[in-house]
């Protein structure tokens, strides 16, 4: 059984929290005392209460803990929600990152850091006329950074231009249209003073794409020392803020706290300043050689990291059933760096309860994974609050494990506790997104079934009432008819319900494969070619990561709509495929039909215009095809004409998008 738990508040599983939890846990590992994360932003809450979640507060009141460690909140009434709870439980707790009066903190040192920089910018590199990406409105280290930016500027004469001074939000994409902005305003600065390094990164590929060079013509400096700025050519100039201090620092107030000796209520660290390329350039070309050997193979981890996501990924998009789900994460954690995860589920969801309904109740745990393996699960459901079973608490005295919920809209079903031991990328937006999702499309086509199924016991019940009635044979036939009509409705509107696919309402895979084989198969003897066109949204994930989930959804129902308006004959056949993935099925069609109906859709999307800002290829949504017309003969099964058009879509897309490609012809067709 584990010892003393501490509870680790964050705003999420990043690089900058789990660099914080290192040197949590050094120090509490030390004395014995084990610590547990919980992201409180990937969390269901209720939109107009900013109020802590309420899965957050059943574990700290619940989970026995001795003590919390806080990151600062994105939500503005998280903070003070999260204080008073500590104060009616009269628990230990310390701050990071945030002063509130009579409360433990620990913090770094922005100021000297920021002074450093602005030395660094201003002294050494001679800078004049710089540009400021500011974070997020409010929050105090963007306050403070910029309020030692204009310090520092005041003092050496240089009046600061408010032309210049741009919102980034700390994140990459919103710097990056401001700086462009800026750009093609005709804005000629010489330096770009990011306040952290996501923000720093989107300034440098603004830059760059502006065709200006950093830092011959433009220096660059950011904030934080992530893991990006040694990834990023030249190498990003910033300030380490210590965060393993910070977080060893947070562990040994709260052990104090815990022995009942005096408390230091404020603990403020040194930062750092962390000189790379983006400011002082490479001298040498040994020097550049070495600096660009070192960036290789960071970005080369970084790259495998991300390929063992996007397998991820696609592997969970294919799942049909929770125990596939559970196979296919089984198979990658050791590839996404992960060394221990448990998946548990409530408990009612198991016996076909809904998704959707508030969350409570005992939850159980289906996958169990240590050690690089699977091991078979306790089968007895268990609170929430506790974590893991009875047989497998022991592990929450080794390491630090996250808690990742997962959601339903705005109900919580279940959490992956997780430790990640290894990799470049974390993985707990993946754990949180695609995992909640591909269970809900699970859970939801199950509890449909269950319903289903319940409708035609209830319908077979009544038939048989209706034939032990007597009273008259009209009435019984009368009532016998309607039963039968209701299970007919019942039985169709199951079959269209599966057959079509949730979000776009066109026919989904299930219905694609159906529908290719059956006329495959009646093509064998009349000898008529078929037609098939793969169609594939480009750089989809760049517009969901642009605009956001649910517009992406709206546009896979647009581009859904336009595929259904390109075919004229009834056989033909519109298909999601799977993502952004779309087909066509053309019976008796050859080459020229096939064309044809390619042609008529990108004219549809084109018209349509959808925007696109994230998409090198266009400003607007387009589309790769891939074309393979096939005549059925013995031996050759529907698979090949799929696998033929699959392949003219790879070429379609590797030759540069928004174009159609025809399996077996030489050239694709152009734009």
């Not at 660059?220 to 393993?244: A, C, H, K, M």
């Amino acid at each position: 059984m584990p010892g003393p738990l501490v509870v680790v508040v964050t705003t999420g599983v990043e690089e900058y929290h789990t660099r914080i939890l290192r040197g949590v846990h050094d120090v509490l590992s030390a004395r014995g005392v084990s610590a547990v994360a919980v992201s409180s932003v990937a969390c269901a809450r209720d939109p107009s209460n900013e109020t802590l979640p309420c899965s957050v507060v059943d574990l700290i009141r619940h989970s026995s803990c001795c003590g919390v460690i806080a990151t600062k909140g994105v939500i503005p009434g998280e903070e003070l929600a999260l204080l008073g709870l500590l104060t009616e439980l009269a628990l230990p707790s310390v701050l990071v990152g945030l002063d509130v009066p009579g409360a433990a903190s620990v913090r770094i040192d922005n100021t000297a850091g920021m002074r450093a920089l602005m030395a660094h910018l201003l002294d050494e590199c001679e800078v004049g006329r710089p540009v400021l990406v500011r974070g997020l409105a409010g929050h105090p280290d963007s306050t403070e950074r910029e309020g030692v930016f204009r310090e520092e500027l005041a003092r050496r004469g240089i009046a600061v231009d408010e032309d210049l001074v741009v919102d980034g939000d700390f994140w990459h994409d919103r710097t990056y249209r401001a700086v462009r902005a800026l750009l093609r305003d005709g804005a000629e600065p010489d330096a770009v003073v990011a306040l952290n390094d996501l923000s720093a990164v989107g300034a440098l590929r603004a830059l760059t794409d502006a065709g200006r060079r950093v830092p011959e013509q433009v220096v660059v400096t950011g904030f934080d020392n992530e893991r990006v700025s040694e990834v990023t050519w030249p190498g990003i100039t910033t300030v380490d803020q210590d965060l393993e201090g910070q977080g060893a620092a947070a562990g040994t107030l709260l052990l104090r706290q815990l022995d009942g000796g005096p408390v230091e209520e404020r603990v403020v660290l040194p930062s750092r300043l962390v000189l790379r390329g983006s400011t002082c350039g490479t001298h040498g070309t040994a020097e550049r050689l070495e600096a660009a050997v070192t960036m290789s193979a960071l970005t080369q981890s970084r790259l495998a990291g991300q390929d063992a996501i996007l397998g991820t990924n696609r592997a969970l998009l294919r799942c049909r059933s929770l125990g596939q789900v559970v196979d296919a994460l089984a198979e990658r954690l050791d590839h996404l760096g992960l060394g221990r995860c448990f998946l548990a589920i409530q408990d009612r969801l198991l016996d076909g309860g809904d998704i959707h309904a508030a969350p409570g109740g005992p939850v159980r745990l289906v996958l169990d994974f240590r050690g690089g393996r699977a091991h078979p699960p306790p089968s007895e459901p268990f609170p929430s609050h506790r974590l893991l079973p009875d047989a497998l608490r022991g592990e929450l005295g080794t390491g630090v494990l996250a808690v990742q919920a997962l959601t339903a809209g705005d109900a919580e079903f279940g959490y992956v506790l997780f430790e990640q031991t290894g990799g470049q990328l974390t993985v707990s937006e993946m754990l949180h997104t695609d995992l909640s999702r591909t269970l809900e499309a699970i859970f939801g086509t199950l509890q449909l079934r269950e319903h289903a199924a319940g409708l035609q016991q209830v319908i077979a019940r009544r038939t048989d009432e209706l034939k032990a009635e007597v009273d008259t044979r009209r009435r019984a036939q009368q009532d016998l008819q309607q039963a039968n009509l209701e299970l007919q409705r019942a039985n169709d509107e199951l079959r269209r319900s599966l057959m079509l696919d949730g979000l776009t309402r066109i026919a989904n895979r299930s219905a694609f494969e159906r529908h290719l084989d059956h006329h495959w198969r009646a093509q064998r003897d009349t000898g008529d070619e078929l037609a098939l066109l793969m169609v594939d949204v480009d750089l989809f994930k760049a517009y969901n990561d642009y605009y956001g989930h649910v517009r992406g959804d709206e546009t896979l129902c647009t581009f859904a709509a336009l595929l259904q308006q390109s075919v004229c004959d009834p056989s033909d056949l519109a298909c999601r495929y799977g993502g952004e993935e779309f087909t066509l099925v053309l019976p008796r069609s050859g080459h020229a039909a096939a064309r044809a109906v390619a042609a008529r859709f990108r004219a549809l999307l084109a018209e349509a215009g959808i925007r696109h800002a994230a998409s090198p290829v266009a400003g607007v949504v387009t589309a790769s095809i891939g074309v393979a017309v096939a005549t059925a003969r013995p031996g050759i099964g529907p698979e090949w004409v799929v696998e033929a058009a699959d392949r003219a879509l790879y070429r379609a897309k590797a030759l540069g998008r928004d174009r159609v490609a025809v399996d077996g012809v030489g050239e694709p067709l152009l734009p």
